[in-house]
């Protein structure tokens, strides 16, 4: 394994896949420490007419199914509300 950097940051954006990832899969081979992340994009969120529309529900749900997936290999998933830019 080649490691050229001591961390690296994968931002899960619409893939939320913990296999088959490139970006996931090229950050665990090319760093020590892997950082993972995924933003609930306010800028998007409070345009929403209702607070619990259904597109919301699934990407919640598949992101608690990702987090726990990469908990379940030793690694973790911060998720944020937050101006994703």
Same mark, same amino acid.
């Given at each position: 394994?080649?490691?050229?950097?001591?961390h +690296?940051l994968?931002?899960?954006r619409? #893939?939320?896949? #913990?296999?088959d990832?490139?970006?996931?899969y090229?950050?665990?081979?090319? +760093?020590?420490?892997?950082?993972?992340a995924?933003? $609930?994009?306010?800028?998007?969120?409070?345009q929403?007419?209702?607070? =619990?529309?259904?597109?919301? =529900? $699934?990407?919640?749900? +598949?992101?608690? =199914?990702?987090? +726990?997936a990469?908990?379940?290999? /030793? /690694?973790?998933?911060?998720?944020?509300?937050?101006?994703?830019?």
């Amino acid at each position: 394994m080649s490691q050229q950097y001591h961390h +690296s940051l994968v931002w899960f954006r619409r #893939d939320l896949r #913990d296999f088959d990832h490139a970006a996931l899969y090229h950050a665990l081979k090319h +760093s020590a420490k892997v950082y993972c992340a995924f933003v $609930f994009d306010r800028a998007i969120l409070d345009q929403l007419p209702h607070r =619990e529309d259904r597109r919301v =529900e $699934f990407i919640w749900e +598949s992101v608690r =199914e990702l987090k +726990s997936a990469l908990q379940q290999q /030793g /690694g973790d998933l911060l998720i944020l509300h937050a101006i994703a830019e």
